[in-house]
């Protein structure tokens, strides 16, 4: 097992080793940098007239004079010390900048898979028991038209209808302007309801997405010779599908659960522009607009690391919950 | 069913959306020469500006300015003209009287859908009717072109990996993994940057590049799959080649399972192109699209409501009827299902 | 002991499917009491398996039971509610089914799995149940009971799996136990051993048994009664000795004529049709009619056809097999003497490397085949038999270059095969030499039109997108043998030649049956003329009565076409009808080497005796030997009592 995850861990870096070269390769052959970035959004007149010799000396410190191999090597070297650089267009490193950001989008993501899992797994046992059924039918349809709606535009509707038209939740942000004049009570009221339709995004989608899964694999998994078998010794409905069942499509359900890690902290870029929520995707964002390499590598590190991982930590799990895989 | 004739429907409004809604006549007869000007939208949605100008170049010596229906008349009194079903255009507002009794498009707050403007005008006031017809075209040729180049070297790569295994699998599989992890916004960011004009097609290309992974991850397993059963190694002891095993043996029979992946693709396809051009990333405007009306909504969402909610629903029923395309033809090829029919 | 403990009365179960309706089970009544065995007996789609689980109520969705009664200790299970039978299942009426593999849940231990049935039906404490399920264990014959309850299923063989099922199903002392093929996917030692076991147990705790199964050889092992299936409907019952002395029904006759014997003396197989004839009256019902065989057709098909075939008589006395006059059938020949053998192979190895570690170094080698050496002389068939992961399936794709051999020299003809199969790898053979690689693989290519091979599965070796015409035409097409309609021709007149007709060229394989389609597997292999054919299990797919009619064509077109065979199987009697020589496998090697009649009569090694005692024997002596055993087994339980 050991052994395995050692192997799986190595191979994981050279693909970092190319996703990371090929990135930093693709930004920095982008024409623009953070200095033509600034320049042009400088915005005070003073700013725009960096001299010719203030802009060859931040292209120096910012290491920009290099040929991109190098830069690349450079900041390579730095990743191998634990070190991320700084940030060229925001102040402090880049690893306190997502540091900060993480926390805003982890509220969203753990909530949301969390209300999501204890949704999904009765709703998909729910469907495979009364599998044909008028009910099961019609929450089969409605969890399809919410998996097929664009979180974009149901983001939209929402503000639209709870904002603009019944006016109780605020259109975005995290907290109001007069927060800091609130009780402690206020403030968790105040933070709920800003969450709320943001988490109600997150989580839609998720939720219609993992209860047909379950279903699907339910389904398949209670036409094997075992559940017979059960039958066969007298195991009664309700014990055959949450414990002979449910156990075994646990299964590919883990796979899932690794899969999600990497979006659990990445945030979703949309929805935090929808909701001018200040999460890693936001963060993301600003950092490609503003040609910000390092915020940008930080992140894009990070991603990938979380993608490997969370495959890694798929296949590990699927070892757990499924005594037939061994991994040596 | 209901989906499919509703996508039939979608192709026959985006085939057909400069002679529904559009400012230039569909065949007009002008100094003795018929012409098609309406064939300029085609042009303008494919990113071919330079076409597009050709083809009213004699209207445009002319003086006509694009405005069509009183110049006809004006410059010929002889000629004649069949027009389109609405009088509006989607790359600009309407003025007074253009057309006969029809007044300036309104714009802004005042721009509330009205007996002219059906869905309503955007802040400058060009018609949100205009923009959604003629986007159908975008959001139908973002589908399949992109889904036709990400199934191309999703199965090509998958195939590659899946037959022969060994070190080629290794390569293929580190590939998709990169793949995997790139995000899609930097590498159409830096394509937008190394090319001056982006045009629809670099995001076709973009969104296929990058949206093949899933495609050549199921091929590859059904090949290793496949590759495994009697009639391919019956074949091979008759003496088959390896082409012939790839393509004759091996992919015919995996190609029910891929098409699975490759039509709920085009539902992704069109929800990826919506969400570039929603985040301002995608075709630069005034070029219509769906995801470029919403985010134009998102600003003015206190107010100007018609351009969240007619784009938004075009945007969820497409991808819903995609997806319900996509979910019979799982339904048809799962062997669980094929078996008891 | 005379009580009837199961009487089903005009049982009638449809499938009701969008073809319309399967009449799988229709109008059966038959009963049998406490403490007997009653055998049910019948080719696939003979509702026999249908009949066991409608007595469970475990049938599909799709199933319907349209009419009968099926009384069990005064109630009818049919109107049974679900909560009621529920409490049956498991209690009273324990289950066996066929694939011990996929029967048991992957992810929870045996052990719990045994414990569950006896928590469901018994007033005990876990403890208590978990002991039981230890004594059951033992009492099923698995080795070291403590630790193996604790197994998972896949850590277990198919073996030790089935016997856990037995353990499951008689852990609540049920009064009757269905067996559903029990040992249908389990070797013939490993299916001796469980019969034994079942034997023992039904004795020891004088419970019923219904037992299901297609092979005629366990019923006679183990049933007192049997009753006989053909489409659904019963068409004879009897005690066992009569049902095999003295069969009234021509599809029993038929049935117990067609199977292959260890010591059958036939050249061909009778068939089925030889004593039957389906025949579809005005209304659309299907009638049997009865056809008259007589002594000279009989005798016909004992001695007509090709007589063996032996190796020289040198190699024969190397062997430990020495050619002894009057030993042999009376037209066996010999190859002459210096005669060179069509393949040779010599010393051939197939090992498959086990990765391990941090780079996936190989750590060992799984030796599939592990030296084995033979000669297959021109028109001889040799049978190559043994039980499963012996090394022949490998053997038999290592000699045609499916697989590439490890080393090992295999002259077809005088040609090294395996020097003309490229490295798997272009790195295997570096620098690499592109050209030389691309003109050994094109000579190899070339040379498979002269060697072809049947496979097992008639389902998974026809390209289910082709159809029968461009499969039997692609070879043709690849070795580039005459035009377009050339090859439909010789499609057309080989279909013919293996029993199907021209018109069935332009359909697909899912429409035939498992029979036919090895037909036209047959027919594949036969288009570009092969000299030497390799039968991979190519009849253990098929019913018996189906696999007689393959296994006759297979004779027959041996005689015309003067074919050399490697016949591959694990069931010893259909390798002895089939083959002049036979080898035995075991664990990558041959342990015997020797003419067919002499390996059945005077085996020489361990292995071979045990594997003919394991298969199973329905002459009468044998039938009446076990009955009499059963008596005293049971009497000795009474007096005990």
């Known amino acids: ?328 | 069913m209901a989906a499919l004739s509703f996508v039939v429907f979608l192709s026959l409004v985006a085939l057909t959306a400069p002679m529904i809604v559009g400012t230039r006549p569909i065949v007009c007869k002008y100094k003795g020469e018929i012409y098609f000007p309406a064939t300029y939208y085609y042009w303008r949605i494919l990113g071919l500006n330079t076409q597009a100008y050709k083809t009213e170049a004699v209207f445009t010596n002319d003086k006509f300015r694009g405005v069509y229906p009183g110049n006809l008349k004006k410059n010929d009194p002889d000629s004649w003209a069949i027009w389109p079903l609405v009088y509006q255009d989607p790359y600009r507002p309407i003025e007074a009287d253009e057309w006969p009794g029809q007044p300036e498009s309104p714009s802004g707050i005042e721009g509330a859908p009205n007996k002219y403007n059906l869905l309503g005008t955007n802040d400058d006031g060009v018609d949100v009717f205009a923009q959604m017809v003629h986007a159908t075209q975008i959001s139908l040729l973002v589908g399949f072109v992109s889904m036709g180049i990400a199934a191309l070297i999703g199965v090509i790569v998958g195939a590659l990996a899946g037959f022969y295994g060994g070190w080629i699998d290794v390569i293929l599989s580190r590939v998709i993994e990169v793949v995997m992890c790139l995000p899609t916004l930097i590498l159409i960011l830096a394509v937008r940057s190394i090319l001056d004009d982006i045009t629809i097609w670099h995001l076709m290309v973009l969104i296929g590049a990058t949206g093949w992974t899933g495609i050549a991850r199921l091929t590859r397993a059904e090949f290793m799959k496949i590759r495994e059963i009697e009639y391919v190694s019956a074949a091979r002891s008759l003496g088959a080649g390896q082409m012939r095993l790839m393509f004759v043996h091996i992919l015919r029979n995996a190609l029910a399972p891929i098409l699975v992946p490759i039509s709920f693709g085009i539902a992704s396809a069109i929800l990826t192109e919506g969400a570039l051009s929603f985040l301002g990333f995608g075709a630069p405007p005034p070029n219509p699209s769906w995801g470029t009306l919403l985010s134009e909504g998102r600003t003015r969402i206190q107010t100007m409501w018609w351009l969240v909610v007619y784009p938004g629903m075009a945007i969820f029923s497409t991808v819903l009827a995609y997806n319900l395309i996509g979910e019979g033809v799982q339904e048809a090829t799962d062997p669980r299902t094929r078996e008891t029919s | 002991m005379t009580d009837t403990l199961v009487q089903i009365d005009h049982l009638k179960t449809y499938f009701h499917t969008e073809d319309g309706v399967v009449k799988a089970v229709d109008d059966v009544s038959l009963h049998f009491d406490a403490g007997t065995t009653m055998g049910i007996v019948g080719e696939s789609g003979s509702g026999k398996s249908v009949t066991s689980l409608t007595i469970m109520q475990l049938l599909a969705k799709s199933a319907h039971i349209e009419s009968g009664s099926i009384s069990f200790l005064g109630r009818d299970l049919v109107k049974l509610p679900e909560t009621e039978m529920r409490k049956i299942r498991g209690k009273d009426i324990g289950m066996i089914f066929q694939e011990p593999m996929t029967s048991l849940n992957p992810v929870f231990t045996v052990g719990a799995q045994v414990t569950e049935a006896i928590l469901l039906h018994q007033k005990v404490t876990k403890a208590e149940a978990k002991q039981r399920t230890i004594e059951l264990f033992d009492e099923v014959g698995i080795p070291d009971p403590e630790t193996r309850v604790n197994s998972y299923p896949h850590q277990m063989s198919g073996g030790q799996k089935q016997r856990v099922m037995i353990a499951m199903a008689l852990s609540c002392n049920p009064k009757l136990l269905i067996a559903d093929e029990p040992t249908t996917a389990l070797d013939v030692t490993i299916q001796a051993q469980i019969l034994d076991i079942l034997r023992k147990l039904r004795d020891e705790r004088g419970m019923a048994v219904l037992f299901i199964t297609h092979d005629l050889g366990v019923i006679a092992d183990i049933a007192d009664h049997v009753t006989v299936m053909y489409r659904g409907k019963i068409v004879e019952q009897g005690d066992v000795v009569s049902i095999f002395e003295n069969p009234q029904h021509p599809y029993t006759k038929g049935l117990l004529a067609c199977r292959p014997r260890l010591d059958t003396q036939y050249k061909l197989l009778p068939t089925v049709d030889d004593f039957m004839e389906v025949a579809t009256d005005d209304k659309g019902e299907a009638k049997i009619i009865e056809k008259f065989v007589d002594e000279k057709r009989l005798n016909e098909l004992m001695t007509t056809g090709r007589g063996r075939l032996l190796h020289p008589k040198a190699e024969l006395a190397a062997m430990g097999h020495p050619w002894e006059e009057g030993h042999h059938a009376g037209d066996a020949k010999m190859v002459a003497d210096g005669e060179k053998p069509l393949l040779e192979v010599r010393d051939l190895h197939v090992h498959f490397p086990i990765r391990k570690g941090l780079f996936r170094g190989v750590a060992g080698h799984v030796k599939a085949v592990d030296g084995v050496s033979f000669n297959v002389y021109r028109g001889q068939t040799l049978g190559l038999v043994g039980e499963s992961g012996c090394g022949k399936t490998t053997t038999g794709r290592a000699i045609i270059q499916l697989i590439r051999p490890t080393s090992g020299e295999m002259l077809f003809d005088g040609i090294d095969l395996a020097k003309l199969n490229p490295a798997a790898s272009v790195f295997d053979s570096w620098p690499p030499t592109m050209l030389d690689r691309w003109s050994k693989s094109k000579q190899l290519r070339r040379l498979r039109r002269r060697f072809q091979i049947i496979f097992q599965d008639p389902y998974g070796s026809l390209n289910p997108r082709m159809t029968v015409q461009a499969a039997i035409c692609e070879p043709m097409v690849i070795q580039g043998i005459g035009k377009a309609k050339e090859r439909r021709d010789r499609a057309a007149a080989l279909l013919e030649e293996v029993g199907l007709n021209a018109s069935h060229l332009r359909r697909y394989p899912h429409e035939f049956s498992g029979g036919q389609r090895q037909r036209i597997c047959i027919a594949r292999a036969l288009t570009v003329e092969p000299e030497f054919l390799i039968c991979d299990e190519s009849v253990s797919a098929l019913d018996v009565s189906v696999q007689a009619q393959v296994l006759n064509l297979l004779k027959d077109l041996q005689l015309r076409r003067g074919l050399t065979y490697l016949f591959i199987s694990h069931d010893l009697s259909v390798v002895k009808f089939m083959s002049d020589m036979i080898a035995v496998m075991n664990q990558g090697k041959i342990v015997e080497f020797g003419p067919a009649d002499n390996i059945y009569a005077n085996p020489q090694q361990e292995y071979t005796k045990r594997l003919i005692s394991a298969t199973p024997q329905d002459d009468l002596d044998h039938i009446r030997r076990r009955q009499a055993e059963r008596k005293t087994a049971l009497a000795a339980r009474l007096s005990a009592v």
């Open chain 1, 1 to 328: 097992m050991l052994v395995y995850i050692i192997r799986r861990l190595l191979i994981s870096v050279l693909t970092l080793v190319l996703i990371t070269a090929f990135v930093y390769g693709l930004i920095r052959s982008m024409p623009g940098s953070p200095l033509t970035a600034m320049i042009a959004g400088g915005g005070d007149s003073s700013d725009k007239s960096i001299s010719t010799q203030q802009y060859e000396r931040m292209k120096e410190q910012f290491g920009l004079n290099k040929h991109w191999t190098l830069g690349y090597l450079d900041w390579l070297n730095g990743v191998r010390k634990g070190d991320l650089q700084n940030a060229l267009t925001q102040p402090g490193t880049v690893a306190k900048l997502i540091g900060d950001r993480m926390a805003a989008t982890l509220l969203l993501s753990v909530t949301s898979l969390i209300l999501a899992y204890l949704l999904s797994i009765p709703l998909g046992l729910y469907s495979t028991a009364r599998n044909g059924t008028i009910p099961e039918r019609s929450t089969s349809l409605i969890l399809y038209m919410l998996y097929s709606f664009p979180v974009f535009v149901a983001a939209l509707y929402l503000q639209i209808l709870f904002h603009v038209n019944l006016e109780w939740l605020p259109l975005y942000g995290v907290t109001s302007s007069n927060y800091a004049e609130l009780s402690v009570l206020g403030k968790a009221w105040d933070l709920f309801l800003h969450c709320l339709l943001p988490v109600t995004c997150f989580t839609y989608t998720s939720l219609a997405y993992y209860t047909r899964f379950i279903k699907a694999n339910m389904l398949e998994v209670v036409q094997q010779d075992y559940i017979r078998t059960a039958k066969a010794k007298g195991v009664g409905p309700f014990k055959i599908l949450t414990v002979h069942a449910f156990r075994n499509s646990l299964i590919p359900f883990v796979t899932l659960i690794g899969l999600t890690l990497p979006s659990l902290f990445s945030g979703a870029i949309i929805i935090e522009k929808i909701f001018s929520w200040p999460g890693m995707g936001a963060l993301f964002l600003e950092a490609i607009s503003q040609r910000d390499y390092p915020l940008e590598m930080g992140l894009v590190l990070m991603f990938s690391v979380l993608t490997l991982m969370g495959q890694l930590l798929a296949d590990v799990l699927y070892g757990v919950v499924d005594p037939r895989i061994t991994y040596s």
